[in-house]
């Protein structure tokens, strides 16, 4: 594995993170077992990765509390989530931590964000949830607050860009992939000045794992004229980036199209299959793709900001 530095956190991360959301749930939307679940946890660790992603409202917060047992927590960089929709209140984010915190099995939390935030709850988040984050960092039950998007909504960042005008942030996780680039320019730049940690969701998702799902996102963006049907094969569109020295596979090229991004620190990787995640780990350590490929992508996509690639 490779590490990095997490921005202003100084934390030490694996550059892929272990996702124990989206639409794996380490498995456990998959038909996996509890033990199948923590066995992908235990992989994830054996192989050097350091960082594991969940929230309370994956319900997989208990599974990587089993997982983690017996590992140097002090090596570990464990982020999880307070769900924000519905008007929370202080104390419903004082309950959700003490749960994560026994869940999880630990005494603080590395990362805690407040997860899915859309640009019209944001004020009202920072002036009524933030104190109290502030005061449990201050106690030492979280180390570093962050804040992470609702991709599908806002898949041009609007929330992200407006937390960025604040200096409050250690931490984004923000919703970037071959299709949609469009963080880079609107998030990314803007975190590398300011040395905020960045967290890499929906790297491959539906759409860069699944051929139909595919071609169906391309149609809706050749339809709104943010790609031109002039400019892919919409019966094999990515297929260009498949050679020797290219890509194994599309999710092959998904992951090290990410990792190499200026500003990314961690990408995360969500499967509940054993055999992706140790694909996954391969891909990660390959090199980028190449400067050709990466400057057809960056054409062919820089309009684009109008689809997450659910
Ligand atoms: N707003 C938020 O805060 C938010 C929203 C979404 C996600 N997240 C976080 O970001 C993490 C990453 O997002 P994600 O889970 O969507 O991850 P992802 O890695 O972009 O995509 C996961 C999907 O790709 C499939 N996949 C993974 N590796 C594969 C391989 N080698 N071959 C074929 N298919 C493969 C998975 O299925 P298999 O299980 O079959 O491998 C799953 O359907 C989540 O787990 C969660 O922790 C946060």
């Known amino acids: ?24 749930s380490i498995g456990q939307s998959t038909g996996n077992s509890e033990d199948e679940s923590i066995a992908i946890v235990k992989y994830a660790l054996k192989s050097g990765i350091n960082f594991i992603d969940t929230a309370e409202v994956y319900q997989t917060e208990r599974i990587v509390g089993h997982g983690i047992k017996g590992y140097n927590r002090e090596n570990l960089v464990l982020s999880t989530k307070k769900s924000t929709w519905g008007n929370i209140k202080p104390k419903d984010v004082l309950k959700s931590l003490q749960r994560s915190l026994k869940n999880l099995g630990t005494d603080y939390i590395d990362i805690y964000h407040l997860h899915g935030v859309i640009l019209s709850d944001y004020d009202y988040l920072v002036s ?13 039950k979280i180390r570093f607050l962050g804040i992470t998007e609702r991709f599908n ?21 923000v919703g970037f992939n071959i299709l949609n680039q469009s963080a880079r320019d609107r998030v990314l730049a803007k975190a590398i000045e300011k040395n905020i940690g960045i967290l890499i ?35 094999d569109p990515l ?5 020797k020295n290219g890509a194994k596979n599309l999710v092959d090229a998904a992951y090290r199209f990410c ?19 140790k694909d996954n780990l391969e891909s990660i350590l390959r090199p980028p793709l190449t400067e050709k490929d990466l400057i057809k992508l ?4 820089k309009n684009v900001d109008s689809i997450s690639g659910q």
């Open 298 to 301: 960056k054409k062919i996509f």
């Open 1 to 24: 594995m490779e590490y990095t530095t997490l921005g202003r956190t100084g934390l030490k991360v694996s550059v892929m993170g272990l996702g124990c959301g989206g639409p794996s």
């Open 153 to 173: 909504p806002d898949p041009h960042h609007s929330m992200l860009q407006r937390a960025l005008q604040d200096d409050i942030w250690d931490v984004m996780m």
């Open 239 to 243: 297929k260009f980036l498949i050679h």
């Open 201 to 235: 969701m929906f790297a491959v998702r539906l759409a860069l794992s699944r051929p139909k799902r595919l071609k169906e996102c391309l149609n809706e963006l050749i339809g709104k004229n943010q790609i031109s049907p002039s400019e892919i094969n919409i019966e």
């Open 259 to 277: 990792r190499y991004e200026p500003g990314i620190h961690v990408t995360l990787s969500g499967t509940g299959n054993l055999s992706h995640l």
């Open 128 to 140: 009524e949830i933030m104190p109290t984050l502030q005061e449990l960092r201050d106690q030492g």
